[in-house]
């Protein structure tokens, strides 16, 4: 049996073999599950290798993300499909989209608390009605529609991709030409009907907007992505001089940059 001062001999010589926690791990630790996940979403044409190039500049600041496979079906199903895998995260997220998954975020953003943020990388915000086709036309400067291969029909409708002839100079013009050829190859298709879906939502007029995209983007014009970010209150609109619409893959700093700009705002 223990006497009082053997017990408090055996106590001192626990807490002298259980090292303490440094103050700084814990400072890392805590700092670490405060940081909100990024969740990257592909557009048409795409995958989600697209992200390639951001995800370890992302990582490196000691950041969860997740690349979601973005069906391209249609904004509806594409944004139920988002707005499901939102729902399994815990924490506050930040919701980036490209190109036709701007309009996948702009909706799966809705009724979804944590999101805290949605970035737009060369991207549609559209507005409750419009579709990513109307937002095309709207100003002058698209090549997609002399960019795209005879449609594919598919169960449910007509499967779009860009000709691989096509694809780097009106896709991806400042990425390397082998780089565009395996993108091209890779390429996935969006339905028809996807891209002259109109939006149900905008989420944006709720949840705070940082937009980025190429000034040589030839799929979604320039002008276009100007008035969408001004249109939406864009904390921050970073035009990236010779970017063509694949701006992710061409200057992955650049748009890791505007993310974590995103991200450093969540509290």
């Known amino acids: ?10 106590l001192c ?5 259980v090292p303490a926690v440094p103050a700084a791990a814990s400072a890392a630790a805590a700092e670490k599950q405060t940081k909100p996940t990024i969740v990257l979403v592909h557009g048409a044409f795409a995958d989600s290798s697209s992200w390639n190039g951001v995800i370890p500049l992302l990582q490196s600041q000691g950041y969860r993300v997740i690349a979601d496979a973005n069906p391209l079906r249609g904004v509806t199903s594409d944004a139920a499909d988002l707005s499901a895998l939102l729902k399994s995260i815990d924490g506050p997220v930040v919701l980036v989209g490209h190109s036709y998954g701007g309009s996948v975020i702009t909706n799966a953003a809705e009724g979804n608390p944590n999101v805290k943020a949605l970035v737009y990388v060369a ?21 997609v529609g002399t960019s795209l291969s005879p449609p594919v029909t598919a169960p449910g409708g007509k499967d779009l991709y860009i000709d691989p002839a096509k694809f780097h100079a ?14 091209a190859a890779g ?20 949840v705070p907007s940082w937009f980025v995209y190429g000034a040589a983007d030839k799929i979604i014009p320039p002008q276009a992505h100007a008035f969408m970010a ?10 990236v001089d010779g970017a063509s619409h694949v701006v992710m893959v061409s200057h992955p700093d650049q748009v890791a940059k505007v993310i974590q700009n995103a991200a450093n705002t969540v509290g």
């Open 13 to 17: 010589l626990v807490t002298t073999l």
């Open 123 to 143: 991207a549609y915000a559209p507005d409750a009605g419009e579709s990513a086709a109307k937002l095309t036309s709207q100003f002058p400067g698209s090549t």
């Open 187 to 206: 390429q996935r298709p969006v339905t028809e009907a996807a891209l002259n879906e109109a939006s149900p939502g905008a989420a944006w007029k709720n």
């Open 1 to 10: 049996m223990f006497t009082r001062r053997g017990f408090v001999g055996l």
């Open 170 to 183: 009106e896709f991806a013009a400042d990425v390397p030409q082998a780089q565009a050829a395996l993108m």
């Open 230 to 239: 001004q249109r939406a209150g864009s904390k921050e609109t970073v035009a």
